[in-house]
């Protein structure tokens, strides 16, 4: 009899080259139109392999999506026991969430092609849970920072958008079909830029 570990492993590494498959496949050609025979080929199983762990093509995307606000929600975790000023923290959160989206880039590239791209029969999945959470934090660390006295006590709806529009538009520009024109240093500069519009009048 085999040991049971090296059973586990066979089992888990199936399940990792079906996610790698359906992460590939479905990038490059779209939900709709990659198929469970072409997911199994690419994968090197058969399709009773896919049934047994994922039940569907279906079941194997919600488990991809499943597994990436995982890893997220991981992320931004760690990102937030962060210590420093208001302004650090912001910067911190941002550079760390860009940072994940680059080291995930065909994840990225997926979810945002099925959120703004045309319907691909995809199932549904909450994808606007990633933007609620990131609008959350930087609410948190804003509202924080002007409790302190860091950050002007001014609308702190009108300054978490224009942080969060820095970040989104900096990885969007990473998805585009040419040389991305801002990268991860410009948008530490475009936040301390704002930073100082939005910075406490210092006591004289």
């Known amino acids: 009899m085999k040991p049971q570990t090296e059973n586990t492993s066979a089992h888990q590494d199936a399940r990792d080259r079906l996610r790698a498959a359906a992460l590939d496949q479905f990038t490059k050609r779209g ?3 990659t ?10 199983v058969t399709k009773p392999v896919l049934y047994y762990y994922f039940k569907s093509k279906e079941g194997l995307y919600l488990d991809l999506m499943d597994g990436a606000y ?3 929600e991981s992320i931004v975790a760690e990102l937030t026991i962060y210590s420093g000023t ?23 590239r997926l979810i945002y092609s099925i959120y703004y791209g045309t ?12 933007f609620d959470r990131m609008l959350d934090i930087i609410t948190a660390l ?16 009108d ?4 942080i969060l529009s820095c970040l989104n538009t900096t990885l969007e520009e990473q998805l585009s079909s040419q040389q991305p024109r801002i ?5 530490t500069r475009m936040l301390k830029l704002l930073f100082y519009g939005i910075a406490a009048p210092q006591s004289a």
């Open 86 to 108: 208001s302004f650090q923290r912001i910067i911190n959160f941002c550079e760390g969430v860009f940072d994940v989206g680059m080291a995930n880039m065909p994840l990225l």
């Open 183 to 187: 990268d991860r240093i410009a948008m």
């Open 35 to 44: 198929t469970t025979r072409e997911l199994c080929e690419a994968a090197g």
């Open 70 to 72: 995982s890893l997220f």
């Open 119 to 130: 319907p691909q029969g995809a199932p549904h999945y909450d994808l606007d849970q990633y």
């Open 31 to 33: 939900y709709a139109a």
């Open 159 to 162: 300054i978490t958008w224009s």
């Open 142 to 157: 804003v509202q924080e920072g002007i409790a302190l006295g860091e950050i002007r006590n001014d609308n702190a709806n």
